[in-house]
């Protein structure tokens, strides 16, 4: 669409407009679309909604303001972005609504759970949990819970299955909260450097009031707080040595190791969206990461002209994307190097083990090399899948430039509210 064929009536998808600082966040709520923009952009958005055309809506803005303003390439953009359903009756393509998970589920259904009554609850759950553990220290769980039969291969499919139930039921926390705020937040896996992560897609988020959009992003890690503690609290009804004993232990023991991974916001966890909000930046990953890059061309002399993508940005937006690309480059290569040097052997020796299992004349044994096998190799299966599934198109795309001989393709990811399981 060119821009001088805009010239009549325009018609908007349903927009999310709220103020953020001096600037106001306008997008659609049922993709996730969204952009910062300065408050002229939302004064044409509400002289076009009111049915004006272009050239009426740049004429009242003249008379406002005595400048000259290009609406028509305005609402170009504006169209480029998804945000407009018609131009002259005529409608226009783009992005498709998110198709939610658990369709059924209302934010009248779930409204409660962004009430304060409902934070504070949670907060006593787990506070009891922990005046328990101190009083009764036996039920601090201790990381040889984790290790409960002398079956390995049993052990590591019992506490991968709860590890996974303990992941649906973080990412449940983003989706039930972003849900009650009116947002059709829906769930996948994909992938974080060498985690499998189950994700979940909150971007219309962004429409909610601060309050709103801090309790979805911290929700995820108070359910899998909240279940840790529950479970501490029924530990003392059960037999001491028993099964359910050992089941709740692990359980608490990996509710709580699933936190830690949360703060390694170069990965976009929860913290990172959280971080990302306070710092006022509209996409601290995908600034971070063209910063990094631009300095990587200076560095190799591959185009030392580039201009300095961050200097567009406001200054403090400049400094949170120059401060967040160190630790995006310190956090990326030391955990690729963590994958070469530890993990990548782990799974090589836990594979090795399990096959040898798997010919042991004792059928005990061999079942339990079949276990390990599958919760192993399954991992890394689903991990291939959502890495290609995200990253094939742009990797056949590369290899057409390759053979084209203009290799110019990069490999570059979204994010998600996720937690991270180890593949």
Same mark, same amino acid.
């Given at each position: ?16 407009? #709220? ?16 952009? +910062? ?24 803005? #003249? ?28 409608? #226009? ?14 934010? %009248?259904?779930? *409204? ?29 769980? *201790? ?66 009031? %601060? ?41 608490? !023991?990996?509710?709580? !190791? ?40 200076? +560095?190799?002399? %591959? ?12 200054? *403090? ?8 690309? +160190? ?37 005990? +044994? ?18 291939? *899948? ?15 430039? %390759? ?21």
């Amino acid at each position: 669409m060119s821009e001088t064929a805009v010239t009549g009536r325009v018609v908007f998808h349903p927009l999310s407009i #709220r103020p953020d600082g001096d600037s106001w966040v306008i997008g659609r709520v049922d993709t996730g679309d969204f952009a +910062v923009m300065p408050p002229v952009a939302r004064r044409v958005i509400t002289l076009l909604s009111d049915g004006r055309t272009v050239g009426e809506a740049a004429q009242a803005l #003249r008379a406002e303001t005595g400048t000259e303003f290009a609406v028509a390439g305005f609402v170009t953009a504006l169209d480029e972005l998804g945000f407009v359903a018609a131009l002259d009756g005529e409608p #226009r393509p783009g992005p498709q609504p998110v198709s939610p998970t658990l369709p059924w589920l209302r934010p %009248r259904h779930v *409204r409660w759970t962004l009430h304060p009554v409902t934070a504070w609850l949670t907060l006593a759950v787990i506070t009891a949990a922990g005046v328990l553990m101190v009083a009764e220290p036996s039920l601090v769980p *201790r990381y040889h819970a984790l290790v409960w039969s002398r079956y390995s291969g049993l052990v590591l499919l019992v506490n991968a299955v709860l590890a996974w139930l303990l992941v649906f039921g973080h990412e449940c926390g983003h989706l039930v909260t972003a849900r009650a705020a009116g947002v059709p937040s829906r769930m996948s896996l994909g992938t974080r450097l060498q985690f499998l992560a189950a994700q979940t897609d909150v971007s219309g988020v962004w429409a909610a009031p %601060r309050r709103i959009r801090w309790t979805v992003y911290l929700a995820g890690g108070a359910v899998s707080l909240l279940i840790g503690a529950a479970c501490v609290l029924a530990e003392p009804l059960t037999s001491p040595g028993g099964l359910a004993r050992h089941i709740l232990a692990v359980t608490v !023991l990996e509710s709580v !190791l699933s936190l830690p991974i949360e703060l390694l916001i170069f990965m976009r966890t929860d913290v990172y969206f959280l971080v990302q909000d306070i710092a006022g930046c509209a996409n601290l990953y995908a600034d971070g990461s063209a910063y990094v890059r631009y300095l990587a061309r200076r +560095v190799l002399r %591959r185009d030392p002209a580039a201009p300095d993508p961050s200097r567009t940005l406001p200054l *403090r937006e400049r400094r949170a994307v120059r401060a967040y690309s +160190v630790l995006l480059l310190a956090g990326t290569l030391t955990t690729i190097a963590i994958a070469v040097v530890i993990t990548v052997p782990a799974v090589v020796a836990l594979v090795a083990h399990s096959i040898g299992e798997l010919t042991n004349v004792n059928p005990a +044994v061999k079942l339990d090399g079949l276990a390990a096998a599958i919760v192993i190799i399954g991992i890394q299966a689903a991990w291939a *899948r959502a890495w290609w599934r995200r990253h094939g198109g742009q990797v056949r795309g590369y290899m057409r430039s %390759r053979a084209r001989g203009n290799p110019g393709s990069e490999l570059r990811e979204g994010g998600d509210l996720n937690a991270a399981q180890g593949g």
